[in-house]
């Protein structure tokens, strides 16, 4: 069975500093891991994905994320964070162990809010 | 070019009426995903269709629940008999097809059950 955990529902951080949302998955074959952002009142975004290949895969809005396997993490990271990223954030994974299951399975979400 | 559309963007209906939740997904995209958002929750997967392959219909929770893709474009999410517990955001999405390929969400329909 495949699962995703966002273990912080609330992540602040100060405008400028670095910043880091959390996720861990649990599958039975190799993930495809997925970040995605939604706005108040708005559909999800796709940020960025790991497929294979390098563990380090650069996205939208100056956003990052490193896939960790021994760790099962992808843990979403900005070298400096802007008011305007203030968001809910979903990671999510699909196990490509499980031949026609091509849903993604989504974390509860962590909103993240940058103080000015 | 334009994104995934998704119609009535709220909906308020009575406890026992029939709804149905239409959504045009991006041109030539052949994956077509409806998902639940319930509010505190994450995203909860309902039904999945790729291109004239049968319907993934496994996150469906209860038979009230129907969904159909004409033409491999448009597609429509029926709820049957609502009850207030199927009161949350709708979320459908599309992709170029399944698997590695990123999914683009539509922005949702709000549907409260009173």
């Known amino acids: 069975a495949q699962s995703v955990a966002q273990p912080e529902d609330q992540v602040n951080v100060a405008e400028g500093n670095p910043l880091t949302v959390k996720c861990t998955y649990s599958v039975s074959g190799n993930p495809y891991l997925f970040w995605y952002v939604q706005y108040p009142n708005r559909g999800l975004q796709f940020l960025l994905k790991y497929i294979t290949g390098d563990n380090l895969v650069k996205g939208s809005y100056g956003f990052e994320a490193e896939f960790n396997k021994s760790q099962t993490s992808f843990h979403l990271k900005k070298p400096s964070a802007l008011v305007s990223d203030s968001a809910l954030y979903f990671c999510?994974?699909?196990?490509?162990?499980?031949?026609?299951?091509?849903?993604?399975?989504f974390g509860t979400g962590t909103r993240l809010t940058v103080i000015p | 070019g334009a994104g995934v559309s998704q119609s009535p963007s709220n909906k308020v209906t009575e406890k026992g009426k029939d709804v149905e939740l239409r959504c045009d997904p991006i041109s030539g995209h052949t994956a077509l995903y409806w998902y639940r958002q319930s509010l505190g929750q994450g995203l909860e997967f309902l039904i999945y269709f790729q291109g004239n392959s049968a319907p993934d219909k496994s996150g469906l929770p209860s038979d009230r629940f129907s969904a159909e893709r004409t033409g491999g474009s448009v597609s429509t999410l029926t709820i049957q008999r609502t009850q207030q517990e199927d009161s949350a955001v709708y979320l459908c999405a599309s992709s170029r097809q399944g698997g590695r390929y990123e999914q683009y969400f539509g922005p949702g329909t709000r549907l409260t059950v009173t």
């Open positions: 999510a994974v699909r196990d490509t162990w499980q031949t026609g299951a091509n849903n993604l399975f």
